[in-house]
């Protein structure tokens, strides 16, 4: 059975801090997404990798397929940033299943 | 419209009646995928279609729920015979398929069973 772990789940930072929120996943996978869900409720893609690291602005994700682990780095952290992020894993046998963490609650305040 | 958009927003139903949620994808995407989420929770896998064709439906709780797509655009979710137990907000997503391209998500409909 495939399980997603995250970690922490709650998060709290001074605005301008660096944040990390870590994932790690038990099977074989051939994507893994970072989701963010805002305090409305929406969820919006941030990245979907499968190897190596991707950035786009303040973030950056990163994989580590041996080690089965990912990692979201939030760069020069803001309030708006306030939101939950979640992990997201699709499995290597063909489905595009995706099996969810429970989410990362980070609050940046000002 | 330009994201996927569900119907309703809101329902809330009684205990023993069935409901039909709705969910129309982006223009031109593949696949379509239903996810339930209770409060303070992570997302959780119902099924997913490419086009028309059902390819996975482990996700169903049991055989109160189906989902169809018949023309590979549009699809419906339906609950028979609703419980309390089947409260939570029933999201859609959809992409260009394969598995290698990125999510939209619609904004999910807060189903309350009473």
């Known amino acids: 059975k495939n399980e997603v772990e995250q970690s922490p789940q709650n998060l709290t930072a001074q605005e301008g801090e660096f944040i990390t929120i870590n994932c790690s996943y038990s099977?074989?996978?051939?994507?893994l997404h970072w989701l963010q869900q805002h305090p409305g409720g929406g969820i919006v893609s941030l990245f979907m990798?499968?190897?190596g690291k991707k950035k786009h602005g303040r973030l950056i994700a990163t994989i580590n397929i041996q080690e089965k682990h990912s990692s979201l780095h939030i760069t020069a952290s803001h309030p708006r940033d306030s939101a939950v992020y979640i992990c997201?894993?699709?499995?290597?046998?063909?489905?595009?299943?995706?099996?969810f963490g429970k989410g990362t609650k980070l609050t940046v305040n000002p | 419209g330009a994201g996927v958009s569900q119907s309703p927003r809101y329902k809330v139903t009684k205990r023993g009646q069935d409901v039909a949620l709705r969910c129309d994808p982006i223009?031109?995407?593949?696949?379509l995928y239903w996810y339930r989420q209770a409060l303070g929770q992570g997302p959780e896998f119902l099924t997913y279609?490419?086009?028309?064709?059902?390819?996975?439906k482990s996700g169903l709780p049991n055989d109160r729920f189906s989902a169809e797509r018949p023309e590979g655009s549009i699809s419906t979710l339906t609950i028979q015979r609703t419980e309390q137990r089947d409260s939570a907000m029933y999201r859609c997503?959809?992409?260009f398929g394969q598995g290698n391209s990125p999510l939209h998500f619609g904004n999910g409909t807060r189903l309350t069973v009473t």
């Open positions: 997503a959809s992409s």
């Open positions: 099977v074989g996978i051939s994507a």
């Open positions: 990798l499968s190897s």
């Open positions: 997201a894993v699709q499995g290597d046998g063909g489905s595009e299943k995706l099996v």
């Open positions: 223009s031109g995407h593949v696949s």
């Open positions: 279609f490419n086009y028309e064709a059902q390819q996975d």
